[in-house]
């Protein structure tokens, strides 16, 4: 079991950029793979990006490839969301999630749920 706090979340235009932070705490040696997730308004909740704690392996989804960013901090037990060229569309609850692989992550098998930060992106 793994505790995530998410932070970096805000108001932005669009074109604009913001970059979130989820800090892991407790027994992350039980998650293999962190990423993030996102929920706007009357939509179902959709992978955003996830990596791997050991080998920095990535994945994204198609729609956010080439704007996106995720990183990770090993030492600081954190893993970042670089998000560039913000459109209305980006605007959601962002989640950060852990799963025991990246192929779960990406599919949704999530075993840890971080609380949410809002994102808005205004026109």
């Known amino acids: 079991q793994v505790q995530l706090v998410e932070s970096g979340g805000g108001l932005v235009q669009a074109g604009g950029s913001l970059r979130l932070s989820c800090a892991a705490s407790?027994?992350?040696?039980?998650?293999?793979?962190m990423g993030w997730f996102r929920q706007a308004p009357g939509k179902e909740r959709e992978f955003v990006a996830g990596?791997?704690?050991?080998?920095?392996?990535?994945r994204y989804a198609d729609s956010m490839k080439g704007r996106f960013t995720i990183s990770r901090d090993n030492a600081k037990n954190t893993v970042y969301l670089q998000m560039n060229s913000l459109k209305p569309e980006d605007t959601a609850i962002y989640y950060c999630a852990g799963a025991p692989s990246l192929e779960r992550l990406r599919q949704g098998g999530i075993g840890s749920w971080g609380q949410g930060t809002q994102v808005t992106v205004s026109s």
């Open positions: 990596i791997t704690w050991s080998g920095g392996d990535i």
């Open positions: 407790g027994r992350t040696f039980s998650t293999s793979a």
